[in-house]
């Protein structure tokens, strides 16, 4: 009798196959847990390590950019100061280990340090290098920092170099958190999944298939939703969708964990982005933000035949406000002229673009409305609107400022057809309005180009003009009207350029003093001066009377140099001059806006015995009102008074009025420009003490100025 299998040994034979099939996979997969882990922690492991990473250099390249692009005026002026409030703002970021400002031939600026206790040195490593060759900022990391590089440029002209370096201990201990955590929840899971396996053996074929959908729903699919997740934040989507679960066990601790670092990753690629795009003193949007919006209007304007209008802002004698009243009170300044512009922005033009460049630049985005509207005219309204707005007194610590502004106008596609040049014509014609007198604005033209670049020219060729032995000084006799008698002389800057030939002082003068050179160049000219006044009082000794003196102009800019007294004093002391023979000359406008300190430098001045006289008196639209309040031996009547005191009753009655008013003062006065002998006599009937002028003595240098006065041949008047 032939046997056959019945349905319970097929059954039994079936459980038996399916328990030792059964059996036989979950010791493989028992074997294969713990490699499975392993793979799953190095996966989530490199993909951490690859995001954050990633997002940490694309925060370093930007950050770089924009550090970079402030940089470009401090370093452009080798103002050592500006670097490092520049990189000092950066290096108080979480996780920057240092922060370098380097030359183009990778030497050290600038390290973030008070001291800068690196200058000069040497950064010899090819990544430094690279970086000045690169159109984009570098990134290298290893175990320890990443490091960014990015050149500083201006125009395509290499100024230097900008390196950041981020600290990664912070991240790597994060990232070996993060990587604990999941390793201890894969490993209750497994250890979870081993009970399920006993219980799977005792449960045969149908526990195995129930088993089966249980791993699948809790486990698999959990994870391979995480791993999407993953993958879409890794390729940028911060805000892509993480899977949410109630679950209470070690998967949905998991599932939660990952919602929250990437609402963590989403938080702070907003942060980043803001501070990225948005300038931190004024919350206006930045340089970046306007550039990428400016771009993204030039690509719309071309298909659609717009018009654009670009207006470059900047506030007048800024600087002056830090360098007295302090940065604080700057940014005060800087807050209130904001909103102003933001208020006229508004009211004026509606849609315009408006962002804080840096510093107290502004720069307004203008767009022709419909209905067929002069852009141009629209234009230089806002810019006159902006201008009266900005020329009230701003009110800072209980002080009133007044500052004004000055704008420059380009237009798309009149000027430029380029981002780029749109924004340099823009810098043009605000550095013309600046020339212009300040407080105004002009339009872009062609000619401004030249006139720049011959400017440009000029500063350049001014450097180092002194050393070369360009520049030289001529003296102007003065003489005393009374007694008629030569009593002292001007010094005078000249400059015999090699291929221009004699260049107006009007033009280097006003060059010096916008660049800073005014700074290096007046020290020079008063120590020069008061060398050869010690060498005329000693090869003309005066018989009777004082010995003659000298006068030297002081500049604007070096008035409000804190240290100007002290510079005097020491100068006095190297050349041996007596302090009363010393006469230092200023402008009314050097005067206005700022007496209270300008009256204690010259009050300290003239308690060493200097004499201090007002220059062009008359031009400066003050009056003699300031005479009362800013101490002052004298004033000098400007010759656009004289040339016309023969001819012209109201200038005669002027320069009398003058003369009258400054002696019952009890100052001096000096008459400039007297080129006539009836100039001189009526003059001398209203009573003017001094006069010089080409009819007395045209500038001449020392040695003549010495054979003038020599002894035993008196000079005529």
Not at 187 to 201: F, P, S, T, V
Not at 333 to 344: K, M, T, Y
Not at 365 to 390: N, P, Q, T
Not at 637 to 648: E, G, K
């Amino acid at each position: 009798m032939k046997l056959r299998p019945g349905l319970q040994a097929q059954l039994v034979a079936v459980i038996l196959a399916a328990t030792l099939i059964t059996l036989t996979v979950i010791v493989l997969i028992v074997q294969r847990q713990g490699a499975m882990r392993q793979e799953m922690l190095d996966h989530s492991r490199q993909s951490m390590h690859a995001l954050v990473h990633k997002r940490l250099a694309q925060q370093g390249r930007a950050t770089a950019e924009r550090v970079a692009e402030s940089l470009v005026n401090p370093l452009y002026y080798f103002d050592l100061e500006g670097i490092g409030r520049v990189i000092a703002t950066l290096q108080r970021q979480p996780d920057v280990a240092y922060v370098i400002v380097y030359s183009p031939e990778g030497d050290i600026l600038h390290d973030g340090s008070h001291d800068i206790l690196t200058y000069g040195q040497t950064m010899d490593d090819r990544f430094a290098r690279r970086a000045m060759a690169a159109t984009a900022p570098l990134v290298q990391s290893d175990e320890r920092t990443l490091d960014v590089a990015a050149p500083i440029r201006l125009g395509d002209q290499p100024l230097g170099g900008l390196r950041i370096g981020y600290s990664l201990e912070n991240v790597g201990a994060d990232e070996s958190a993060a990587n604990a955590g999941l390793a201890r929840a894969l490993e209750a899971i497994g250890a979870r999944h081993r009970q399920w396996i006993a219980l799977l053996l005792a449960g045969l074929v149908l526990l195995g298939v129930a088993l089966s959908l249980l791993v699948q729903r809790a486990l698999v699919r959990p994870i391979r939703q995480l791993a999407d997740a993953a993958r879409q934040i890794e390729a940028g989507n911060f805000a892509a969708e993480v899977p949410h679960s109630r679950r209470q066990d070690e998967v949905g601790d998991l599932m939660r964990a990952f919602g929250r670092m990437g609402e963590s990753v989403l938080r702070h690629d907003r942060d980043v982005r803001r501070m990225a795009y948005t300038d931190a003193l004024t919350g206006l949007s930045n340089r970046l933000a306007f550039r990428e919006v400016l771009d993204q209007r030039l690509i719309e304007s071309r298909g659609a035949a717009q018009r654009l209008a670009l207006l470059f802002a900047d506030i007048d004698d800024f600087k002056r406000i830090n360098d007295t009243l302090g940065h604080d009170a700057g940014d005060e300044v800087l807050v209130q002229f904001s909103e102003r512009i933001r208020g006229v922005v508004e009211r004026e033009s509606g849609g315009a673009t408006l962002s804080r460049f840096g510093g107290d630049e502004f720069v307004i985005l203008l767009e022709a409305r419909d209905g067929g509207e002069d852009l141009r005219e629209s234009a230089g309204l806002l810019a006159g609107r902006l201008v009266d707005e900005l020329s009230r007194p701003i009110a800072v610590r209980d002080r009133q400022v007044f500052l004004g502004i000055s704008v420059g106008i380009t237009l798309f596609p009149d000027d430029a057809n380029g981002a780029t040049m749109l924004m340099k014509n823009g810098d043009i014609a605000m550095y013309q309005a600046k020339v212009a007198g300040k407080n105004c604005y002009r339009f872009y033209s062609r000619a401004m180009d030249q006139a720049v670049e011959r400017r440009v020219r000029i500063e350049q060729d001014l450097r180092g003009a002194w050393e070369r032995g360009e520049l030289s000084l001529l003296y102007q006799p003065v003489y005393d009207i009374g007694a008629h008698r030569l009593v002292g002389a001007e010094a005078l800057l000249r400059w015999q350029h090699p291929r221009q030939g004699m260049v107006a002082p009007s033009v280097f003068i006003d060059v010096a003093e916008q660049s800073g050179l005014i700074e290096t160049l007046g020290p020079q000219v008063l120590r020069a001066a008061c060398a050869d006044a010690v060498r005329w009082s000693r090869a003309c000794p005066t018989a009777a009377g004082a010995p003659p003196f000298l006068s030297v102009n002081v500049s604007p800019r070096q008035l409000r140099n804190a240290d100007l007294a002290g510079q005097v004093e020491e100068i006095l002391g190297e050349t041996g001059l007596a302090p009363t023979q010393l006469h230092l000359e200023l402008t009314e406008t050097a005067v206005i806006g700022d007496e209270l300190r300008v009256s204690s430098l010259l009050a300290r001045l003239r308690e060493r015995g200097i004499k201090i006289w007002l220059d062009d008196f008359g031009t400066g639209f003050s009056g003699l009102s300031h005479l009362r309040r800013v101490p002052i031996d004298g004033v000098k009547i400007d010759r656009s008074f004289i040339a016309d005191i023969l001819r012209d009753p109201d200038d005669l009655a002027l320069a009398s009025a003058i003369v009258a008013m400054a002696h019952s003062l009890g100052m001096t006065v000096v008459a400039e420009g007297v080129e006539q002998a009836g100039q001189f006599e009526l003059l001398r009937e209203r009573g003017c003490d001094y006069a010089q002028g080409y009819w007395l003595g045209r500038p001449m240098k020392l040695e003549e100025l010495i054979a003038l006065t020599a002894p035993g041949d008196p000079p005529a008047v």
